[in-house]
């Protein structure tokens, strides 16, 4: 009938900003999850240079029918100036990656890396409560998965950043959130590990290494692996090849999906 | 696949500014053009409160990957001064109704209402060239149809307008276009008239006027109206009546829609 059926004139609308913006794949993920819980509402891609962000980010946020915004690389830092309040995650980390308004105007941010982690465990019904942790890398994605993690008040977290000033920070954060959860730092490895989680780049693309010195798993090991390209990692193959369930980028992607869109449209 | 296919990182960005927007029909209409070209982009809805418009609009300009934008309500004359250069009809009215930005970072401004009609008649293999036209309304839309009904250099134009000083300015803008047209004006009649076309709100909705004094017309009469709500406004019913060949408001707005998505992927 010479029109499409997936936007008009009372569609609200949602940007993902970055520099660049090719790669980002939010737009057709969140806009599949708000159509699919029958919202009028579709994400765009909004590529603002970083030199600009500053002074175009205000007036985006007058355009009065769009009602939310997710942030990636360079802006998830920078972007926290522009909310009004934030949640804790995002207070606690210093970064944002979602931006929401309000029925009165005002918006609030939040992070979801970490919500996504914990969702995609929810989703497979592993518990992360009480259990011992090995975490590998606590950048962008890292620190807010660790924080995520502390809220579920694991047994034990272990830590390891290459840069230590990081690691010495996440750890103070994490005996913020859960005192109980004892904390250590050091070497990356997997004894005496229920749950191992890489958040560092290592076996990215085309990256063959393992993000830890290691040949093999116990079978009872879980691993997670945040990369999303490609969907086995060296890190997975090596924990599928030794029979251990894996929990995979993608599902982590997916929850955070799901959390971000519960965000905007939440009251 | 947990995605829609409508929209991605790479997708280039329209929109349609206005306000109020959610009356638009441009979204769906346009977007499906575009997509039907193969574009890989969609057309968005962009409600600009009036009095921010000055100050918003050049930093929805900076968004990299939105490379063009049509104006509506309240925003035609006052989105001029975006445009760097202007088309032929958009600098003779005054007004622009579409902004593309070219491979170099510059804005041009046209305005395809009156084109969008000239198209409509195209379609239909009615041709302009050499007819006797009666005009009634030479408002925002009217002017546009008035100078691109001009530019088909028809035999007489005939022109109406509530508003004298309207009139005055189109008689000399129609003698500058095409010298060779004989330019009456008065109040609107259909004798010895081959086409009358309404671009005045006479007739729209619920209001049940004929924007002339008229009982019936001669069957070969052909009888335009612009309004698209409703399809049949009395003026077209009395057509049809009376065995007239009709054009309709609709038919126009698809002959603009083609004519700006040229306009947008023109090199």
Redesign the interface.
Known sequence: M??????????R?YGIVG?P?????????V???M?KRYHNA????????RE?FD??M???M?????DGLIFTIPFKAKAITFAKTLGLQAAQIGAINALKKHSNGDWSGEIFDGVGCVEAFKRRGIPIRDKRLQLIGLGGAGSAICVALAYEKPKLMRLFDINPQTTERMVKIVNTISPQTVVEVGTPHADGIDILLNASPVGMLSDSRLPLDVETFKKELIVFDAIVMPENTPLLTLAVNCGCQVVRGREMM?GQISKIVDYFFAP
Do not use: Y
């Open positions: 010479d029109q499409v059926n997936f936007v008009n004139g009372k569609t609308v520099d913006i090719e790669q980002v794949r939010s737009p057709e993920m806009t599949w999850e159509q579709v994400l765009i891609p909004m590529h603002i240079a600009e002074s175009v205000p007036n985006i007058r355009i009065q029918n769009l997916l």
